[in-house]
């Protein structure tokens, strides 16, 4: 399953939303050190009913808009 997310880094309150075929979350760790990433890796893997193990980040590890993959197997 593939999925495209737009991040919100530094947030005052964590929130997933749905905007058409897009998750927009909001996080409140800094996107330094790769801290935003691994909570939506979290938050997506939560929100799927999935190990945090089987989501990965495809593309924009470095920017606000990215594809996650969750893998069945």
Request: proline residues 4%.
């Amino acid at each position: 399953m593939f999925i495209k997310v737009f991040v919100t880094p530094g947030a005052k309150k964590e929130k997933i939303e749905e905007k058409g075929d897009t998750l927009r979350i909001s996080v409140k760790e800094p996107a330094a050190q790769n801290f935003a990433n691994t909570r939506v890796r979290e938050l997506v893997a939560g929100r799927f009913k999935a190990p945090v193990g089987k989501v990965r980040i495809l593309t924009g590890h470095r920017s606000r808009a990215k594809m996650i993959s969750i893998s069945s197997s």
